[in-house]
T-cell receptor, first 113, second 117 residues
Framework: QKEVEQNSGPLSVPEGAIASLNCTYS??????FFWYRQYSGKSPELIMF????GDKEDGRFTAQLNKASQYVSLLIRDSQPSDSATYLC?????????????FGKGTKLSVKP | NAGVMQNPRHLVRRRGQEARLRCSPM?????VYWYRQLPEEGLKFMVY????????ESGMPKERFSAEFPKEGPSILRIQQVVRGDSAAYFC???????????????FGDGTRLSIL
C-alpha cells in the first residue's frame, strides 16, 4: 500500500515567520512530488512541484526533496494570514502527469496576525 | 474561464437514485482524473481517462460507479443507486498529454459536493 504521510496539524505560526510543512512517502519508485493548497470548501490549487533532489524556489515558497530519506517539504517564507489553509502533499510514480496522484491527508496551517 | 469546469457544484440525491457528475477539462488538456474527498480525509484517486479510453480505474468501486470521457462533451462520473456513504466532494483534474515536455501537473476543478439524503 503506497502511502503519503503528513502531520495533520494544526501548525500555527505568527505572521512574517517561516512555515515548514513536511511529508514522507513509502514508495521508493515515486518520481514527482506536488504541493497543493486547499482553502476550506474549495478546490486544491497547485503551488509547486519538484522531481529532482534538492531545493526549488518560487517566490516565497521553497520545495525540498530528499529521495534517499523519502522526504519532501514545503517552506513558506514571510507567512501571511492569507496562507492559512490546508496544504496537501501528493506523489506520482511517473515522470510526467500520467497516472494517479497519491495524496496525504494534509496539514492545516494557521498564520496569526 | 479556461479552467477545469465541474457541474453541478452541489447535488442532492435520495438513496437509490442516480448521480451524474460532469467535468470539462482545461482547454488543451486531454487527460482527466477523478478524485473523491471524504470529510477530514485526503483526496483518493478513482479513475483516469483519456478521450474514449479508460486508462486506470483501480480506485473506483467495481459496483455502481462508472466513468466515461466521450469524443465530444465532458467527462461523466456516474453513481447508480447511491447510498449515504457516497456523500463526499468529487473533484476532477486535468492535465496535458504526458510527453509534452517535463512534468505536467494536474489542475483541479471546484468539485461537486454530493449529499445523499
Amino acid at each position: 500500500q503506497k502511502e503519503v504521510e503528513q502531520n495533520s496539524g494544526p501548525l500555527s505560526v505568527p505572521e512574517g515567520a517561516i512555515a515548514s510543512l513536511n511529508c514522507t512517502y513509502s514508495d521508493r519508485g515515486s518520481q514527482s512530488f506536488f504541493w497543493y493548497r486547499q482553502y476550506s470548501g474549495k478546490s486544491p490549487e497547485l503551488i509547486m512541484f519538484i522531481y529532482s533532489n534538492g531545493d526549488k524556489e518560487d517566490g516565497r515558497f521553497t520545495a525540498q526533496l530528499n529521495k534517499a530519506s523519502q522526504y519532501v517539504s514545503l517552506l513558506i517564507r514571510d507567512s501571511q494570514p492569507s496562507d492559512s489553509a490546508t496544504y496537501l502533499c501528493a506523489v506520482n510514480n511517473y515522470g510526467g502527469s500520467q497516472g494517479n496522484l497519491i495524496f496525504g491527508k494534509g496539514t492545516k496551517l494557521s498564520v496569526k496576525p | 474561464n479556461a479552467g477545469v469546469m465541474q457541474n453541478p457544484r452541489h447535488l442532492v440525491r435520495r438513496r437509490g437514485q442516480e448521480a451524474r457528475l460532469r467535468c470539462s477539462p482545461m482547454k488543451g488538456h486531454s487527460h482527466v482524473y477523478w478524485y473523491r474527498q471524504l470529510p477530514e480525509e485526503g483526496l483518493k484517486f478513482m479513475v483516469y481517462l483519456q478521450k474514449e479510453n479508460i486508462i486506470d480505474e483501480s480506485g473506483m468501486p467495481k459496483e455502481r460507479f462508472s466513468a466515461e470521457f466521450p469524443k465530444e462533451g465532458p467527462s461523466i462520473l456516474r453513481i447508480q443507486q447511491v447510498v449515504r456513504g457516497d456523500s463526499a466532494a468529487y473533484f476532477c483534474a486535468s492535465s496535458l498529454r504526458p510527453g509534452t515536455g517535463g512534468v505536467q501537473p494536474q489542475h483541479f476543478g471546484d468539485g461537486t459536493r454530493l449529499s445523499i439524503l
